[in-house]
Structures are given as C-alpha cells and as structure tokens.
C-alpha cells in the first residue's frame, strides 16, 4: 500500500456506513468528519453527528501516515487505521479495534 498524503486526506468526509454502528451514532441520519492539519502537525478533528459535534486531535504513527491516533478526550488514544483509499482520496475505509467506517470525501 502506498503513504497516505496527509495533505489530500484533509477536508470533509461524509459517512456512507458504519459496522457496527457504536452506540454514540445509533440516532445519526448524517455523519461528517471534519479533518484540518495544525500547524505542529497534528490533525483537528470535528466529528459531526445531525446536530451534534465533539473535536479531538489525531496524529500519525507510522511512517506511510495510514496508522493514526485519535483522540476525544484528555490521555485517551484509540487507533484509526487507514485500511483503504482510493488515487483521487474521493473514498476510504477506516478500521478502529470495534469498528469499520466506509468514507467519501465531499470537499
């Protein structure tokens, strides 16, 4: 698999599934993650559910970027792997340890 530009991957993601659904989207008719770099590196992440929002941090762990930390809450981490992304960054799949999201990026 080739690295993950970072750069590429930043923007709008909508949800198009979720296996299992976790229980924080179980009442979701629309799900958006919201990537932006920081200046130090790190990633802002804005996860938006309906009218919902919580933001977290993420950031690479490996060095083709395909293997991230993510985090929403103070000294917790849970990983994201990028397990699939297309030559366009138009579509990819996400793997945590629970769950697996299939993504299309809108902007």
Not at 37 to 52: A, F, Q, T, Y
Not at 69 to 92: G, L
Request: charged share 30%; aromatic share 12%; proline share 4%.
């Amino acid at each position: 698999m080739r690295k993950v530009d970072i750069i590429k991957y930043m923007g709008t993601w909508e949800q198009l599934s979720v296996d299992p659904v976790p229980p924080f989207q179980k009442d979701c008719k629309s799900v958006k993650a919201i990537y932006s770099l920081r200046s130090d590196g790190k990633i802002n992440v804005l996860n938006v559910c309906d009218n919902r929002s919580i933001k977290g941090i993420a950031k690479s762990v490996s060095d083709d970027n395909r293997q991230l930390k993510v985090s929403f809450f103070p000294f917790i981490w849970s990983d994201y792997n990028i397990t699939f992304i297309d030559k366009d960054y138009k579509n990819a799949t996400v793997k945590s340890k629970r769950y697996t999201w299939k993504l299309r990026k809108i902007n």
